[in-house]
């Protein structure tokens, strides 16, 4: 029972954390900038807002199709997500938004066969209803590229000096944490069935809790700088330098 207290109040909480993260995100007009990011959130939103009057109606078979269609939703839109961060790094620098979005393409395509190699051998591990442990193993599918790419997209960043400061640097720590900790919880469901699914629970709420108030953070503190102008400039002129260099070797 303590369990279960704990993660009916990670529930409301959440609740409570994505209204402020919405109203934050409308305050600052940020649907111009990251769409994919701002429908992803009211998304989760309106998931939870139509999990618990379900679960108020105890409509137990609706309450799963519903659950579980919006999961399917949510973990396209976070692929989207970590496109749409690709995508405004290096929205000013031609040459490596190129070169970073074939290096997100090739590193997507390599991380589906490696998820389908995985995913193929551990899927008769899942147990339980068809419906949900078919969204399950999607679910580990695209948590684990989804994984893959931000972290190569932090390594991309700091090869490129890029800092952790920006706004867009939040949104990808937030989905980085979201989607290990998702993973853990899903692969331990897989693999000692419906028994431990609280295992599973904690860790959603938990970790989708601790991501909603990186995002929050990094959205109400201002966007900081570099100690010093000579400090932005470095960072500037290495990134000039860099995508000056692609584009030369592109067009040899």
Known sequence: MQVEHVI????????GLLVVLAGTLG?????GRFPLFVTYVVADLLQNVVDYSLYLLHQARAYMYSHWTFELLTMFLGLGVVYE???HLFAAYGSLRRLATTAFQITAVGLVLAGCFVIYHQSPAVAGHP????VLVVDEYIRMIELGLLVGLFAFS?????????NIFGIGLGLTILAAAQLAG???RAHSGPGVVWI????FVLSF?????VWLGYLLAPERVTSTVGALDDNKGQLEQWNQAVKELIYQ
Not at 200 to 203: D, E, G, P, V
């Open 158 to 166: 700091s090869a490129f000096g890029l800092h952790w400061r920006q």
């Open 209 to 213: 809790n601790f991501s909603l108030l």
């Open 131 to 134: 419906f949900v442990a078919g």
């Open 200 to 203: 599973m629970n904690l860790s």
């Open 186 to 188: 899903i692969t331990i």
């Open 8 to 15: 009916y109040l990670g529930f409301f909480t959440s609740v």
């Open 27 to 31: 305050a600052k007009r940020m649907w």
């Open 85 to 87: 961060i690709f995508k």
